[in-house]
């Protein structure tokens, strides 16, 4: 599309703002959540309706990007827990072939929900 040109439901560029999100890492993953969001992330403390920080921040997005080595200094995330549970069921099975030895099992990963609430760089 051309420079030029936009839509008419689009703002133009002065009006545009880029929108905040952050690179976060809890329980050994990395999730990219901006305020609003709502995930589901490995266990953490916590009671319902509490108020969380996520201090691993890896990069922070927007109008003046940030990145860490490994994490960005002063970052953080605030996330509210919204619930606590347990994900699908996961069915393993174990096999040793000329021994006659299988086995299954069964494995449900505990969770937290939580919503992000704030961002700070």
Same mark, same amino acid.
């Given at each position: 599309?051309?420079?030029?040109?936009?839509?008419?439901?689009?703002?133009?560029?002065?009006?545009?703002?880029?929108?905040?999100?952050?690179?976060?890492?809890?329980? $050994?993953?990395?999730?990219?959540?901006? =305020?609003?969001?709502?995930? !589901?992330? #490995?266990?953490?403390? &916590?009671? *319902?309706?509490?108020?969380?920080?996520?201090?691993?921040?890896?990069?922070?997005?927007?109008?003046?990007?940030?990145?860490?080595?490994?994490?960005?200094? $002063?970052?953080?995330?605030?996330?509210? =827990?919204?619930?606590?549970? !347990?994900? #699908?069921?996961?069915? &393993?099975? *174990?096999?040793?072939?000329?021994?006659?030895?299988?086995?299954?099992?069964?494995?449900?990963?505990?969770?937290?929900?939580?919503?992000?609430?704030?961002?700070?760089?």
């Amino acid at each position: 599309m051309c420079p030029n040109f936009r839509r008419a439901d689009e703002p133009p560029v002065e009006e545009r703002t880029a929108i905040m999100y952050a690179v976060v890492k809890t329980g $050994g993953k990395q999730y990219s959540v901006k =305020v609003g969001d709502t995930l !589901k992330v #490995e266990k953490l403390d &916590g009671g *319902v309706g509490d108020t969380l920080t996520l201090g691993e921040v890896l990069y922070v997005g927007g109008d003046s990007p940030k990145t860490g080595s490994p994490v960005v200094d $002063g970052a953080s995330v605030k996330a509210e =827990v919204v619930a606590h549970g !347990k994900g #699908e069921h996961i069915r &393993g099975f *174990v096999y040793k072939a000329k021994k006659r030895f299988s086995r299954t099992f069964g494995h449900r990963q505990m969770y937290t929900q939580i919503k992000i609430t704030d961002i700070t760089a």
